[in-house]
C-alpha cells in the first residue's frame, strides 16, 4: 500500500528566510507523480508544485523548488524569500497514474511564518 | 470564477439526522472525487467518479455513506443517521485526467 509520511508537523521560519518541509513515501510502483499542496486556513486546497517520477530534474515553481531523491523516496520542499501568504498546512501526496487518479496525502505540516 | 464549489460550507445536526453536500466541479472535469478531512489529518480518499460512473468506493465509505452524480455533473454526498465521528471537513474534488486535482472549499459537518 502507498504511504505518505510527513514528520514534521510544525515548523516556522522568519520572513524571508528559507524553510524546508519534508515528506517520505513507500511504493513499489516506477511511475508515479509527487504533489505539494497547500491549505491556508477556511481556504481550499491549492497545487504548489508537482513533480513526476520519470523527471531527474527537480520540479521548481519561483520561490518553490523540491528535493526529489527518488532511490530514497524522498520528497521535500523548499520555501525561499518566505513571505507571510506562506503560512498554512502543507501536504505531500502521491498518486500512481492509471489508478483513477487517487491521491495519498500525508498528515501534514502547518508552517507558521515570523514578521 | 468557475472552479469548484461545495454547499454547504457549514453544516450542524443531531446525531441521528441525515445531510447532503453538493459538489459542482469544474464543468470541463469528468472526475469527481470526494475526500474527509479530519483535525490533524490529510485528507482521505472517500469515492471517485468518471462522469456519471462511481468507480472506486472506500473501505471508509460506510453503508450510510451514499455518494451520486447522475448526469455527469454536479454531485451529492448524503451520509444518513450521523454520528459524532462523522464530524469532519468533507472536500470535493475534480480534474480532468491523471495530475492535479482541483479542490473546493469543503463543507465541514459537525455532528452534536
Known amino acids: 500500500a502507498q504511504t505518505v509520511t510527513q514528520s514534521q508537523p510544525e515548523m516556522s521560519v522568519q520572513e524571508a528566510e528559507t524553510v524546508t518541509l519534508s515528506c517520505t513515501y513507500d511504493?513499489?510502483?516506477?511511475?508515479?507523480?509527487l504533489f505539494w499542496y497547500k491549505q491556508p486556513p477556511s481556504r481550499q486546497m491549492i497545487l504548489v508544485i508537482r513533480q513526476e517520477a520519470y523527471k531527474q530534474q527537480n520540479a521548481t515553481e519561483n520561490r518553490f523548488s523540491v528535493n526529489f531523491q527518488k532511490a530514497a523516496k524522498s520528497f521535500s520542499l523548499k520555501i525561499s524569500d518566505s513571505q507571510l501568504g506562506d503560512a498554512a498546512m502543507y501536504f505531500c501526496a502521491y498518486v500512481t497514474p492509471g489508478t483513477g487518479n487517487q491521491f495519498y496525502f500525508g498528515t501534514g505540516t502547518s508552517l507558521t511564518v515570523i514578521p | 470564477d468557475t472552479g469548484v464549489s461545495q454547499d454547504p460550507r457549514h453544516k450542524i445536526t443531531k446525531r441521528g439526522q441525515n445531510v447532503t453536500f453538493r459538489c459542482d466541479p469544474i464543468s470541463e472535469h469528468n472526475r469527481l472525487y470526494w475526500y474527509r478531512q479530519t483535525l490533524g489529518q490529510g485528507p482521505e480518499f472517500l469515492t471517485y467518479f468518471q462522469n456519471e460512473a462511481q468507480l472506486e468506493k472506500s473501505r471508509l465509505l460506510s453503508d450510510r455513506f451514499s455518494a451520486e452524480r447522475p448526469k455527469g455533473s454536479f454531485s451529492t454526498l448524503e451520509i444518513q443517521r450521523t454520528e459524532q465521528g462523522d464530524s469532519a471537513m468533507y472536500l470535493c474534488a475534480s480534474s480532468r485526467t491523471d495530475g492535479e486535482l482541483f479542490f473546493g472549499e469543503g463543507s465541514r459537518l459537525t455532528v452534536l
Open positions: 511504493t513499489s510502483e516506477s511511475d508515479y507523480y
